[in-house]
């Protein structure tokens, strides 16, 4: 078993910064790809970022490429989301999600998932 915990969401106003924080435990950490997901109020959860357990790969959503980096510090069990030039359309709950293999984009290849943080942009 594997346990997430996110933090670092909140509010923040259009074109500003937030970096998210996932904190994995319980489980080997090491070795498993890790992603982000978001999800908007009656909206699907949709793939955001994700790297692998190397951290020599990562691949962001077009959406928010050139915005927002994953990466990850292995020997804090640690993987971060940091978001820059924000807009509204990111609001949305953010999660973080695990997995034993290879990268994968669709959810329901991941194993584990945080409870999600709240990231609301103000225009």
């Known amino acids: 078993q594997m346990r997430l915990v996110e933090s670092g969401g909140g509010l923040v106003l259009a074109g500003g910064s937030l970096r998210l924080s996932c904190a994995a435990s319980?489980?080997?950490?090491?070795?498993?790809?890790m992603g982000w997901y978001h999800q908007a109020p009656g909206k699907e959860r949709e793939f955001v970022a994700v790297?692998?357990?190397?951290?020599?790969?990562?691949y962001a959503d077009d959406s928010v490429k050139g915005r927002f980096t994953i990466s990850r510090d292995n020997a804090k069990n640690t993987v971060y989301l940091q978001m820059n030039s924000l807009k509204p359309e990111d609001t949305a709950v953010y999660y973080c999600?695990?997995?034993?293999?290879?990268?994968?984009?669709?959810?329901?290849?991941?194993?584990?998932w945080g409870q999600g943080t709240q990231v609301t942009v103000s225009s």
């Open positions: 319980g489980s080997i950490f090491n070795f498993n790809t």
């Open positions: 790297i692998s357990w190397s951290a020599s790969t990562a």
């Open positions: 999600a695990a997995r034993g293999g290879g990268i994968r984009y669709e959810r329901g290849n991941y194993d584990y």
